[in-house]
C-alpha cells in the first residue's frame, strides 16, 4: 500500500529528519517535498534523503514561475503527476504538523481499521502553544511541546472551528488534491465515506470544495489530530518570523500570530508513545555521514540566526513581547524560569 504526502518546505532544516523519522514510524512510505529558497540546507538534506530513497525532492515551481504563491504552485504542479493516481492514499500537510492516530498501536493501518471502510478522512489541528518554552532546543519537538488548545471551544472569533488535513484513497476517486482535502466531481460523491477525527460521518457534498476546517460539532479527536506545532520555543518563533509567509509575500508570523497559536490549556502527551523509537529513527538516520553533517550544520545555523535576530532592535522587541505573553498567560503549562 503507496501512502503519499505532499510537502512545501523552506528552511526547516532542523526540523526535518525528526518529521520524516516520525511519519515513516507510523506508515507513510512516499514523501513527496517541494522546496523553494532555502538558505538553512533545507534543500541538501532533502536531496541526501533522495539519494537515500527516503523522499522526493523536487524544487517547487513558484522558483521559476517567480511566484510567491509557494504552497498553491506545488499543490497545482503535483496534480499534474501521475504518481499520485497510483497511490492507495494522499495527504498534504506540513512539516510543522504530525499525524497523531490516537488509537490501536497509533499506525495509519489501525486508523484506517477504525473507520469502518471510510475513504475520506479529515482530522483537526491540534495547536500546541510554547508551553513557556524560550530557548531553542535541538530535541524532539514532540517531546518538548506538550500543552495545546483545548479540544473544544471558541479560539477564532464567536466561532469553534479548528482547521483540518485530510487523507483520501483512491476510490473516493478525487479530482484534485487541494491544500487541505481532496475535491471530488458531483457525479463521483456516492463514492465517497467521509468521516472527521472521531470517525463520525461528514457531509459528502463538503467536497466539491477545499475543506478547511471543520465547525463544532462536526470536529473531534478521538482517534486522530493534527499536532500542530505552530510556534514552537520563542527564540525559534523570531526566526520563522524572519522567513516570511509561503503564501503571501507581506505577511509573516507576528505578534498577533503568537498570541492565537500560545494557548496552552490542555496537556497532550498521546504522541509521546512514539518518542523513543522516533529518537531511535532520527540516530539511524543520523548514522548517514552526510546527513548527519546537514543536520549539525542546519542546527548551528539555526542558533547563529537566532543570535543574529536578538542583536536587532524590533526582533528584540517581538521576542520580549512574545516571552512577557507566554510567562503572564501560561495556561496550565508551568511557568519557567527566566
Known amino acids: 500500500m503507496r ?7 523552506k528552511d526547516e532544516a532542523p526540523f526535518i529528519l525528526e518529521w520524516i ?7 507513510i512510505n512516499d514523501f513527496i517535498v ?3 529558497h532555502c538558505t538553512d540546507g533545507t534543500d541538501k538534506m532533502l536531496e541526501r ?7 522526493r525532492h523536487l ?9 510567491s504563491h509557494h504552497h498553491w504552485q506545488a499543490i497545482r504542479y503535483v496534480n499534474t503527476l501521475a504518481r499520485l493516481k497510483r497511490s492507495d492514499w494522499v495527504v498534504s500537510f506540513d512539516v510543522d504538523e504530525f499525524i497523531c492516530v490516537n488509537t490501536g498501536d497509533g499506525t495509519l493501518n489501525a486508523l484506517f481499521e477504525a473507520v469502518d471502510g471510510a475513504n475520506v478522512i479529515s482530522f483537526n489541528q491540534h495547536n500546541f502553544g510554547s508551553g513557556g518554552m524560550d530557548r531553542y532546543e535541538d530535541r524532539l519537538l514532540i517531546d518538548q511541546f506538550e500543552y495545546a488548545w483545548n479540544y473544544d471551544g471558541i479560539y477564532n472569533v464567536k466561532v469553534a472551528r479548528r482547521g483540518v ?12 488534491f487541494a491544500n487541505h482535502s481532496c475535491l471530488v466531481k458531483e457525479a463521483d460523491l456516492d463514492a465517497v465515506k467521509y468521516v472527521n477525527g472521531s470517525g463520525k460521518p461528514l457531509d459528502r457534498n463538503l467536497l466539491v ?12 479527536f478521538d482517534l486522530v489530530q493534527l499536532n500542530h506545532y505552530a510556534i514552537k520555543a520563542a527564540e525559534s518563533f523570531l526566526v520563522q518570523a524572519d522567513r516570511g509567509n509561503a503564501n503571501h509575500e507581506n505577511r509573516s508570523a507576528d505578534m498577533k500570530y503568537w498570541r492565537k497559536y500560545n494557548h496552552n490549556d490542555v496537556h497532550d502527551t498521546r504522541i509521546q508513545r512514539w518518542s523513543e523509537r522516533v529518537a ?17 550544520a542546519a542546527v548551528e545555523h539555526h542558533q547563529a540566526r537566532i543570535k543574529k535576530l536578538l542583536s536587532d532592535e524590533d526582533h528584540l522587541s517581538l521576542y520580549r513581547r512574545v516571552r512577557r505573553q507566554h510567562q503572564n498567560n501560561p495556561g496550565i503549562a508551568p511557568k519557567r524560569a527566566n
Do not use: Q, W
Open 49 to 55: 534523503l533522495d539519494e537515500l530513497g527516503l523522499v
Open 209 to 220: 470544495k477545499d475543506v478547511k476546517s471543520l465547525v463544532a460539532p462536526d470536529f473531534g
Open 59 to 67: 524544487t517547487n515551481p513558484s522558483v521559476f514561475n517567480n511566484n
Open 21 to 27: 523519522a516520525y511519519h515513516r514510524l507510523i506508515g
Open 280 to 296: 531511535d529513527e532520527v540516530a539511524n538516520l543520523r548514522k548517514d555521514p552526510e546527513l548527519n553533517d546537514l543536520h549539525v
Open 3 to 9: 501512502i503519499t504526502s505532499i510537502t512545501p518546505m
Open 165 to 176: 488535513k485530510t487523507l483520501t484513497h483512491k476510490s473516493a476517486k478525487p479530482d484534485y
Open 34 to 36: 517541494f522546496t523553494n
